[in-house]
């Protein structure tokens, strides 16, 4: 099993930036990709972006593409998410998950392990 630890979250003004950390812990050999998710108030979690350890691909959400960016540190079994040119409707709580599946990730079915999640509040 994998374990999961977010970090970074906080309290931002539109159009500033904040990165968001998951340091994995526990059986990282087999993990395939990390996700991060996300989910507003009164809303689904959703999906935003995903990166695989191997290859280091990645897939955003469209909501995201060219604002946030999704990395990896194979040596800290550490995942990023930086956020840039956040917006009030980026608040949520924001989860990174596991995966040893190399198909259907943007899909919450997919991953096995979640962090406790991280809020982030973007005032306008």
């Known amino acids: 099993q994998v374990q999961l630890v977010e970090s970074g979250g906080g309290l931002v003004q539109a159009g500033g930036s904040l990165r968001l950390s998951c340091a994995a812990s526990?059986?990282?050999?087999?993990?395939?990709?990390m996700g991060w998710f996300r989910q507003a108030p009164g809303k689904e979690r959703e999906f935003v972006a995903v990166?695989?350890?191997?290859?280091?691909?990645?897939y955003y959400a469209d909501s995201v593409k060219g604002r946030f960016a999704i990395s990896r540190d194979s040596v800290q079994n550490t995942v990023y998410l930086l956020m840039n040119s956040l917006k009030p409707e980026d608040t949520a709580v924001y989860y990174c998950?596991?995966?040893?599946?190399?198909?259907?990730?943007?899909?919450?079915?997919?991953?096995?392990?979640w962090g406790q999640g991280t809020q982030v509040t973007v005032s306008s």
């Open positions: 990166i695989s350890w191997s290859g280091g691909g990645t």
């Open positions: 998950a596991e995966t040893n599946y190399a198909s259907g990730i943007r899909l919450q079915s997919t991953y096995r392990s």
């Open positions: 526990g059986r990282t050999f087999s993990s395939y990709a």
